[in-house]
T-cell receptor
Framework: QKEVEQNSGPLSVPEGAIASLNCTYS??????FFWYRQYSGKSPELIMF????GDKEDGRFTAQLNKASQYVSLLIRDSQPSDSATYLC?????????????FGAGTQVVVTP | DGGITQSPKYLFRKEGQNVTLSCEQN?????MYWYRQDPGQGLRLIYY???????QKGDIAEGYSVSREKKESFPLTVTSAQKNPTAFYLC????????????FGSGTRLTVV
């Protein structure tokens, strides 16, 4: 059974600090990794994706991928109250067909002023 | 602007009743998906379709049915066989390649009354 695991939180982060979110996956052959942000009662929105080992930066967000250890992380720098949301990790494995992802349950982030 | 439209936003179902959730996209995406989200759980795949007139079961297809008669439309019917249908339903689409992730609709919240 393929699984994507995330700490449910809540992760409490002071405003201006770095929020660090982790995601582990069980399918060693997984290829594509996405992070979505979901505000309460709303649908998920794509933040970033990463395919290769290492870091990928986009504004205040950095995704980190380590395929050997089977984890992907998301760093949010200079956290703002508007970053308070649930962050979903999505993974596509080798046996998943064409764009079909496995999602983690999400980590709730609360940025405190 | 291109996007995905789900309707209705809220839906109430009586016991033994079938209801249909609408999903329409004007993104010219080939692939469309239906997910179910329950509190504290990740998104679970109900059905997906890669091309018109073809669709496959996801992880929790029992009690649901779909059709894909047009590229733009992928309606989901929640049948009376689905014993616990209360959930947040999300429709998504993608180009199909791995690189772009999903675009989600705004969701339909279904409640059994």
């Amino acid at each position: 059974q393929k699984e994507v695991e995330q700490n449910s939180g809540p992760l409490s982060v002071p405003e201006g600090a770095i929020a660090s979110l982790n995601c582990t996956y069980s399918d060693r052959g997984s290829q594509s990794f996405f992070w979505y942000r979901q505000y309460s009662g709303k649908s998920p929105e794509l933040i970033m994706f990463i395919y290769s080992n290492g870091d990928k930066e986009d504004g205040r967000f950095t995704a980190q991928l380590n395929k050997a250890s089977q984890y992907v992380s998301l760093l949010i720098r200079d956290s703002q109250p508007s970053d308070s949301a649930t962050y979903l990790c999505a993974v596509m494995g080798t046996t998943d067909s064409w764009g079909k992802f496995q999602f983690g349950a999400g980590t709730q982030v609360v940025v405190t002023p | 602007d291109g996007g995905i439209t789900q309707s209705p936003k809220y839906l109430f179902r009586k016991e033994g009743q079938n209801v249909t959730l609408s999903c329409e996209q004007n993104l010219n995406h080939d692939a469309m998906y239906w997910y179910r989200q329950d509190p504290g759980q990740g998104l679970r795949l109900i059905y997906y379709s890669q091309i018109v007139n073809d669709f496959q079961k996801g992880d929790i297809a029992e009690g649901y049915s779909v059709s894909r008669e047009k590229k733009e439309s992928f309606p989901l019917t929640v049948t009376s066989a689905q014993k616990n249908p209360t959930a947040f339903y999300l429709c998504a689409s993608s180009r199909g390649e791995t690189g772009y992730g999903y675009t989600f609709g705004s969701g339909t919240r279904l409640t059994v009354v």
